[in-house]
């Protein structure tokens, strides 16, 4: 398993437009940090993370035959974790190998008086989906999601 | 979109020729405005739905397309198990059975301006609505198979409604073919706590005003006269639609190599209808549609509860559910011969003609009606099927407004708050849970719902009946 390493500059996340949707973009230095922050992306779309406690973890294990699918399950099983339990999540873990992804995500239960949800996410799509390392070594893991 | 890559056919019907791996042409059906408006993404997602295996006559787009994934929003695509034909999850969509349904309320524009404020309030409050809200029904694992197989239908048996409202839901109420047992536990899981809800993102339940009678005919053969007070619900399968998608979508991108099927696109990821794929998705997929009966009835049941308290007297009948994210198995004619095909209809909505044998006996003479969300500033539309549609698009019209703008330049452009307000000076009451929601929806993030039901009928998709104006708007 590779521990996603501590990052030289910070790795961030961001949206970007897609007509209907909302794309989610993670920057990191390896791939596990770019799909943490791919996660915290997705958050977003959701809530606002820097007003969710990190008060609790949940354990997330997925595997996928590649990169790209790997996000899409990470991503989706956040998705499922968060309908399941009533929670949101604000901080992420990832470690990746041989196309297993064990993840952390740590949140709290949803307190509707500090936590504004603007949409929930139906599920990550396959749309504009890469996990790419750019030519500064940096990682980009990216995907629409369906609001 | 460049309309230079597109032939005019007439003023509302625009072709691709195939080309590259397409099988068959594309055909895009609106004026050239709505065209220019559209994402260069359509044109290229009409293209890839022409390339997958047994695909009949064309990939449509219908007059709101946008983009979606593998199939555009606003796609309509049938398919020939006899010709190797595929079934794809992105055909369908996540919101499995997504669609609207319209009751009459009986009352008239006096009747309910003093009760106004009072009605949203108690519909706000009954109506379940937003991102994690939940309903107050939980369903056994027996009961869950039985909503699943038995949809609306399991819903009226269960006391959420009454026979009528059966009559006149897509498939009398129950999708035959369900098989819940190839609804994963994760799905029904995630399903657990929210049958009766509305959901989040572009769902919402009005009430509105039909403001206009555009044929006096079908209006009356469908009870609709000028000032009537009507509710409209828009929602789907909820999380357990949402979860079958996102399983076979997997499962189709995975094993599609294996079936020799070369994607153009990942997200095109589909399987041959006859293989244990393809079957195991469509049974899933008919229990999502019933998933979406059962809610909107549900939600129907909560709906009568509130107008009972506040009009006593006063009854809610049902008008007619439609889907718009389904695959479903039709006979239609292929150059003068039936054909049974698989018709995906993403985001389009069924627009059966009059003398359909599907059609309830108070609307077979008439056509199917044909019911068109707008946003919460503008209108909504009822439309009816016509006779020539089927060979068009396989009898289908668009389902909505269709975005024009991201969700994230509309946060750029509105506050939820000043939508609201601004709203209400013309008379509109919104409720929600959500003010960057409210936001994220503003009328002007989407595209002139008028242009594109106008472009549905002069294409003849499906003819327009009645212009309706929102009065309450409870969004998700």
Avoid at chain 1, 49 to 75: H, N
Avoid at chain 2, 431 to 437: F, H
């Amino acid at each position: 398993m590779e521990e996603a390493k501590t990052a030289r500059t910070p790795p961030y996340w961001e949206h970007y437009p897609h007509q209907a949707d909302m794309g989610v973009r993670g920057v990191g230095h390896s791939p596990a940090e770019a799909f943490e922050q791919a996660a915290l992306a997705m958050m977003a779309v959701i809530s606002d993370p820097t007003a969710i406690r990190p008060d609790a973890a949940v354990s997330i294990r997925c595997s996928a035959p590649d990169l790209e699918l790997l996000l899409v399950d990470w991503l989706n099983a956040l998705v499922y974790e968060m309908a399941t339990r009533g929670m949101l999540f604000s901080r992420f873990r990832v470690t990746l190998g041989d196309g297993q992804l064990q993840g952390t995500a740590r949140g709290e239960q949803v307190a509707a008086e500090r936590h504004e949800r603007a949409v929930e996410v139906k599920g990550a799509t396959y749309t504009d989906l890469h996990v790419i390392e750019r030519d500064d070594g940096t990682w980009v893991a990216q995907c629409v999601v369906d609001v | 979109m460049d309309t230079g890559k597109l032939i005019r056919q007439s003023e509302y019907e625009w072709h691709i020729e195939a080309h590259g791996a397409m099988r068959v042409p594309g055909v895009i059906y609106a004026r050239e405005d709505l065209i220019r408006a559209m994402d260069d993404k359509v044109y290229e997602q009409v293209c890839n739905v022409a390339t997958l295996p047994g695909i009949v006559n064309a990939s449509y787009a219908m007059p709101d397309a946008h983009w979606g994934y593998g199939f555009p929003i606003g796609g309509v695509a049938a398919f020939d198990p006899k010709a190797g034909g595929v079934i794809s999850a992105g055909g369908v969509g996540f919101d499995i059975s997504c669609g609207v349904r319209t009751l009459h309320t009986g009352l008239s524009l006096e009747e309910f301006q003093p009760l106004r404020e009072r009605l949203a309030e108690s519909l706000f409050e009954r109506i379940p609505a937003g991102v994690g809200s939940t309903g107050r029904i939980r369903l056994s694992g027996r009961e869950m198979d039985a909503m699943l197989r038995g949809g609306a239908r399991w819903a009226v048996e269960q006391g959420f409604g009454e026979e009528a409202d059966l009559e006149r839901t897509e498939e009398h109420g129950a999708m035959a073919g369900a098989a819940p047992e190839h609804v994963s536990d994760h799905a029904k899981r995630r399903q657990r706590d929210e049958m009766g809800t509305l959901g989040s993102g572009n769902h919402y339940l009005e009430v509105q005003r039909v403001t206009h009678i555009h044929d006096a005919g079908a209006a009356s053969a469908f009870g609709l006269r000028e000032g009537d007070i009507q509710v409209s619900i828009h929602c789907g399968s909820r999380g357990l639609g949402h979860q079958i998608g996102t399983e076979f979508l997997k499962a189709m991108a995975v094993s599609a190599g294996q079936y020799g099927i070369a994607l153009p696109d990942r997200e095109l990821a589909c399987a041959p209808i006859d293989s244990p794929l393809g079957q195991r998705y469509l049974g899933a997929m008919r229990a999502g549609i019933n998933c979406a009966l059962a809610n909107r009835q549900i939600i129907t049941r909560l709906t009568r509860e509130v107008f009972a308290e506040l009009f006593p007297g006063k009854h809610l009948s049902l008008l007619y559910d439609v889907s718009h994210n389904t695959c479903k198995v039709e006979e239609h004619l292929v150059d003068g011969a039936k054909r049974r095909l698989f018709v995906h209809r993403k985001g389009a909505t069924r627009a059966l003609g009059p003398g359909h044998p599907a059609l309830p006996e108070g609307l077979r003479a008439i056509g199917q009606p044909v019911l068109i969300g707008g946003t919460m500033g503008t209108a909504s539309y009822i439309l009816v099927g016509t006779a020539e549609s089927e060979q068009l698009a396989y009898s289908s019209a668009c389902h909505g407004a269709g975005r024009a703008m991201s969700r994230h330049q509309a946060t750029r452009q509105w506050r939820g708050r000043e939508v609201v307000d601004e709203l209400a000076e013309r008379g509109i009451i919104i409720r929600s849970p959500s003010l960057r929601g409210v936001a994220e929806e503003a009328p002007g993030a989407y595209k002139d719902v008028s242009a594109v039901v106008e472009a549905a009928d002069k294409a003849g998709l499906a003819r327009l009946v009645a212009r309706l104006e929102p009065l309450i708007t409870i969004k998700g």
